[in-house]
Structure formats: C-alpha cells, structure tokens
C-alpha cells in the first residue's frame, strides 16, 4: 500500500502529557498538509508544508503545537501539554501540489 | 476566509436510487472543489474533485456540478448501493487550504 500512513492510529493520554503523532505521505509528494476533525464536523486545516518548508499556519495551533518535517519526507505533530479539548481525530494529507490531497486514515487522539 | 455550508445533514435514499447533497461556498475566488467520503473510522477518501474552470463532471455512477456565478456546487450519485453508506463532504479551496463542509451522513436502504 503506496498510501498516507499515519502512527499510530489511537492515543490515549492524560491531561498535561505531551505527544507526537507521525505521519509518512506518499512517496514523492511534497506537500504535507495537518487537519483536525471532531466529532460531527468536517476537517479543520492546520498547516502545512512544502518540502520542509512550513508554509501556512492556522489560528487553531496554538504554541502548545508544534509540526516539523526535517527531510522534507515524513512530518510530526506534537502537542504539548495536553487538554480535553485536544482530543480530535488527527488527519494528514499529501499532493503533488495539483491540488488533490490524499488523506491518511488519521491517528484519534483521547484527552483524560 | 472561506465559508463552505453543506445539505443535508443527514440523507436516506432507497437502494437504487439517486442521492444529491449541496453545497454553497462564499469566497469567489476558490476554483477547486472536491468530495470526500468517510466511513467509520477511515480517513476521507477522495472521490470526484472539479476544478472552477469546468461546470460538470462525472465518473461512472457519480457527477458533481459547479455553478460559479451562484457559488454552489452539488454530489449526484445514481443507482445509489449499500456500500454508499458513508458521510460525504464538500471542501473548497483557492490556494493549499481545503475548507470542508459539515458532512451529509448518507444511508442506503436495502
């Protein structure tokens, strides 16, 4: 399978813990985008990345956030600090910059 | 920034036949428009996508049409299945951000 991957696919942490999320897009896409999706709503754009250029940054990341993607290949989200209200499904997507995206199957993220 | 509003909430149609879920943006400047379907627990899946330069396109049992000077655009898909099943969504976008709509949850009834 050529497709998004994400890890891991579930978290569960407690209030105040710090995580990372991995997401590996498909290969030779270089660009890498971050959603969040809660429950009922569709996806909220994050950020994104052109190669390993951060590009754009939503007012939903807030500096308890932080997304890299040091080779220009596989991207990180970590959350620091964690708060009930983090939890979300966690989507990354990837494209060729044509503009179709392709999404991940996104890692669900539980606050305690 | 871009405001993208989607119906229905919620759509059942009989097994066989047609569904049709609507969307309305608000920037004039978007020009791409895909739709994505979610089944429990996946990530969207891409499914049409149209671009502000055409006003109807269709893949087999699906069709999506733009009217640009109303900003709207619209899902079709006939001969509806079960395996249809899913909550579609509508984005829009201009540059690299997709702005989404709420979703349709859509149910086929055997």
């Known amino acids: 399978d050529t497709g998004v991957s994400q890890n891991p696919r579930h978290k569960i942490t407690k209030r105040g813990q710090n995580v990372t999320f991995r997401c590996d897009p498909i290969?030779?896409?270089?660009?890498l985008y971050w959603y969040r999706q809660t429950l009922g709503q569709g996806p909220e754009f994050l950020t994104y990345?052109?190669?390993?250029?951060?590009?754009?940054k939503s007012r939903l990341l807030s500096d308890r956030f932080s997304a890299e993607r040091p080779k220009g290949s596989f991207s990180t989200l970590e959350i620091q600090r964690t708060e009930q209200g983090d939890s979300a499904m966690y989507l990354c997507?990837?494209?060729?910059?044509?503009?179709?995206?392709?999404f991940g199957p996104g890692t669900r993220l539980t606050v305690l | 920034g871009e405001n993208v509003e989607q119906h229905p909430s919620t759509l059942s149609v009989q097994e066989g036949d047609s569904a049709v879920i609507k969307c309305t943006y608000s920037?004039?400047?978007?020009?791409?428009f895909p739709w994505y379907k979610q089944e429990l627990g996946k990530g969207p899946q891409l499914i049409i996508d149209?671009?502000?330069?055409?006003g109807e396109k269709k893949d087999q049992r699906i069709a999506v049409t733009l009217n640009k000077t109303a900003k709207h655009f619209s899902l079709h898909i006939t001969e509806t299945q079960p395996e249809d099943s899913a909550v579609y969504f509508c984005?829009?976008?201009?540059?690299?951000?997709?702005?989404f709509g709420t979703g349709t949850r859509l149910t086929i009834i055997p």
């Open positions: 984005a829009a976008s201009m540059k690299e951000k997709l702005t």
């Open positions: 149209i671009r502000s330069n055409v």
């Open positions: 290969s030779e896409h270089n660009r």
């Open positions: 990345f052109q190669n390993e250029a951060q590009l754009e």
């Open positions: 920037d004039s400047a978007s020009n791409y």
């Open positions: 997507a990837s494209s060729l910059g044509n503009p179709t995206q392709y």
